[in-house]
């Protein structure tokens, strides 16, 4: 009995530290979205038409990543890291 509560242990205590980690990401996400896309895509991500800045709710690291590289719009966060896409990303995600 010992055995499986043990090996239930495991796996159910990597899937808190998993959610603990898209936590701490979508914090640090949050953190460099007001810095820096919030003035022109709205404060939850809304987008604003009048500066034609597009909603950007859910976008996928990978969608953000391209966008600030292919765009001229984003010449100030072309600086954006793998990583800080990623938590970018991850905040998104949690926007409804």
Known sequence: ???VLSGLALPASL?????????????????TYQAKC??????NAEGKPAMK?????SK??????KQ?????KHTGVKSLTPAE???LAAYLATLK
């Open 1 to 3: 009995m010992k055995k």
């Open 15 to 31: 899937g808190l530290l998993g959610s603990v980690a898209r936590a701490q990401d979508a914090v640090a996400g949050e953190k």
């Open 38 to 43: 919030a003035a022109c895509h709205g404060q």
């Open 53 to 57: 800045a597009p909603a950007i709710k």
């Open 60 to 65: 996928s690291a990978d969608d953000i990543q």
């Open 68 to 72: 600030i590289s292919t765009s001229p």
């Open 85 to 87: 896409a990623k938590d």
